[in-house]
């Protein structure tokens, strides 16, 4: 973070001022830099200035390097240093790795200039994470490097090091490589070493955890007195006998990737990202102590930091690494977490600690006395509800530029607002219909194969099929959807006829912390819903999933109920009554309605507000416009266009893990 002095105010203009080094004195003839950052936003000031003084803390290291190959004592104390920084780099990604919710809270729009996406300090933040997350995958990479003679990774994985001894990494001679192939198979080892350390394979002894909590994650390890027994006949205090001590418990994060794996089968995509954000959670607000020596006190300091973190937590990379009682000072007052995703966290918790109590080398815990008895403050505030959209919303939308013309951008795809003749259909232009007609979310609607468009051989109704290969929300989310007329109307069945065992919408690139296809198209659609004048706070994509159900919900009786939560895939309280207790013998053995019950409540589906003539009409000419748009703008909209308009940070898939 920059330093406060850097950044001076001169008539509510704000300048970014930083003294030379001698030599630069010496060489430039002057003694400082100021800069006119042309900004009277403080916020805006303060990031420049933290840009600027990161580039220029860069320069002035570069040009203090020598280039040259280390004595041999330096290469034994470089190795040295390599091995331990990888283990510690591990451990410390592995202790903040954290998954929000589906969509990102309407405050993670942060104001003012934010670095570009290929500025180097976002660059070597995703670096550092692709080396650290998974350390099997990088020994396994390094190796492939010291085969083919690749050594920039290692450069990049040396340069702090090599900066202690005053080394530029980037030197190129013939000695150096061979230092560097050294290091590359230390290296190699030292994450084989990581990869059982970060999963408790590898038996640490108390001084090590003790020495890795101070200098990394700046946690202090709890140990008790030995256990001991009291003698009956003269009241001396006696060591427990070896047969009879119990194993000690090992420290918390040892028992995470077990707990996480053993739930892995009973929950999908964000849930199980949620569950790893709530432990992450744990163990930075409690520490990384063992097991078994949690204490009412950690319980009440853990619910006393959730109900008071700001509701943006984990959206700025600055929450990952700052300690959270700093963050808690920093931001006193900020909006909260919503009881929701707070008594989530919780349960997750609690449920993490039943499962840790049962392990053999735990001793008991009583949980009903350290977790039960608490309430979140009355400033903590439920969740909104989601608003429907209303029909004057739908109306505007619908003859916005998307679905009447637009003028396209050279450079953005998604850049439509501006009103112009080209209509192109594609996820842009279907998404939106699609999920008013049957109700999905926009993830499973993003996960559409041509494929999935079926014929029921019965009745020939036709129907989406979420099926259990799609990463879905719940057990409940795996169903069949007739397909709305209205979309057939529209073209669907052309659409998905065209992708055949291809995604419907083939320029969708997974992104995000889940990495989840939608991502981009959900950070796209709130700018454009602002840029047409139809934003309202919570009335957003998943707000059309609210719409298609009210269209449906007509008749609250259960039947009616079950009908609607088996098309949504919804996992309704009474849903579960249903399938669990049975409200009657006849309800106990409902299976699932039948396709033409189905088929019937996708079609009360009807919005007047949308005019599906003249959308055909409209869009008569896509196919001709997008070939019009390749030859005009082929890095854009060509068979070789950049998929992606920004990097986007790497991401781990469930299969990975």
Request: charged residues 30%; aromatic residues 8%.
């Amino acid at each position: 973070m920059a330093n406060s002095s850097h950044l001076v105010n001169r008539n509510g203009v704000f300048y970014w001022r930083r003294r030379l080094p001698a030599p630069w004195v010496r060489a430039f003839g002057r003694s400082q830099l100021l800069i006119s950052l042309r900004s009277r936003d403080p916020k805006a000031g303060r990031r420049i200035a933290r840009v600027l003084t990161v580039e220029f803390d860069r320069i002035a290291l570069h040009m203090e390097l020598e280039k040259r190959v280390p004595t041999e004592s330096e290469q034994a104390l470089i190795l040295k240093r390599l091995y331990e920084a990888v283990i510690q780099e591990c451990r410390q990604e592995r202790a903040r790795w954290y998954d929000g919710d589906e969509l990102p809270p309407e405050a993670y729009q942060d104001n003012g200039p934010s670095l570009p996406p290929d500025h180097p300090a976002i660059l070597d933040d995703i670096e550092t994470q692709s080396f650290f997350m998974d350390p099997k995958d990088t020994a396994k990479s390094l190796r492939s490097d010291l085969a083919a003679n690749r050594y920039q990774p290692i450069r990049w994985l040396l340069r702090s090091v090599l900066a202690e001894q005053s080394i530029d990494p980037e030197t190129d001679e013939t000695a150096f490589r061979k230092f560097l192939r050294l290091a590359i198979h230390m290296a190699a080892k030292a994450f084989d070493d990581a990869e059982k350390d970060v999963n408790g394979e590898m038996p640490i002894g108390l001084d090590a955890l003790v020495a890795a909590g101070r200098a990394g994650l700046n946690l202090a390890v709890e140990t008790d007195a030995p256990p001991s027994i009291r003698s009956q006949d003269n009241g001396a205090r006696q060591q427990v006998p070896a047969h009879l001590a119990r194993p000690s418990a090992r420290p918390l994060s040892a028992y995470v990737k077990s707990f996480l794996e053993s739930e892995e089968a009973h929950v999908t995509g964000g849930t199980h990202g949620q569950k790893k954000a709530a432990l992450n959670l744990l163990l930075r607000i409690v520490g990384d102590i063992p097991a078994d020596s949690i204490k009412r006190s950690h319980s009440e300091k853990l619910h006393d930091y959730l109900q008071r973190l700001p509701s943006t937590f984990g959206k700025s990379s600055r929450h990952k690494t700052v300690d959270i009682a700093k963050i808690l000072a920093d931001e006193p007052g900020a909006n909260t977490m919503s009881s929701v995703t707070l008594d989530r966290h919780w349960r997750t918790i609690r449920a993490f600690y039943q499962y840790v109590s049962i392990q053999d080398d735990v001793g008991p815990i009583d949980l009903n006395r350290i977790f039960n008895g608490f309430r979140w403050n009355p400033k903590v505030k439920d969740e909104e509800p989601r608003v429907l959209w209303s029909d004057d919303a739908l109306e505007k939308l619908f003859a916005s530029p998307i679905w009447t013309g637009f003028a396209p951008h050279p450079k953005k795809r998604h850049w439509r607002h501006r009103p112009g003749a080209v209509i192109v259909k594609d996820e842009y232009w279907w998404l939106p219909l699609m999920a008013l007609y049957q109700g999905a979310r926009l993830e499973e609607l993003c996960q559409l194969k041509g494929v999935d468009v079926k014929s029921d051989e019965e009745t020939g109704i036709v129907f989406l099929d979420f099926h259990s290969d799609m990463r879905l929300k719940n057990e409940a989310s795996i169903r069949k959807v007739p397909v709305h007329s209205a979309l057939i109307a529209l073209g669907f069945l052309d659409l998905a006829k065209a992708a055949g065992p291809q995604l419907l919408f083939p320029r969708l690139v997974a992104g995000g912390r889940d990495a989840k296809l939608g991502f981009d198209y959900s950070q796209e659609f709130k700018p454009y819903r602002e840029a047409i004048g139809v934003y309202r706070k919570r009335m957003d994509f998943h707000s059309f999933r609210h719409n298609f159900t009210t269209k449906l919900l007509r008749d609250h009786s259960i039947r009616e109920l079950l009908t609607i939560d088996e098309l949504t895939g919804h996992d309704t309280k009474e849903r579960k009554e249903i399938r669990e207790k049975g409200h009657s013998m006849t309800i106990g053995y409902f299976g699932g309605n039948l396709m033409t019950t189905l088929k019937e409540a996708v079609e009360r589906a009807v919005y007047p507000q949308i005019d599906l003539g003249r959308l055909v009409r409209l869009a008569a000419e896509a196919e001709a416009n997008v070939k019009m748009l390749q030859e005009r703008h082929p890095m854009v909209w060509g068979d070789r266009a950049i998929l992606k308009e920004r990097k986007v940070r790497p991401t781990r898939s469930r299969a990975a893990e």
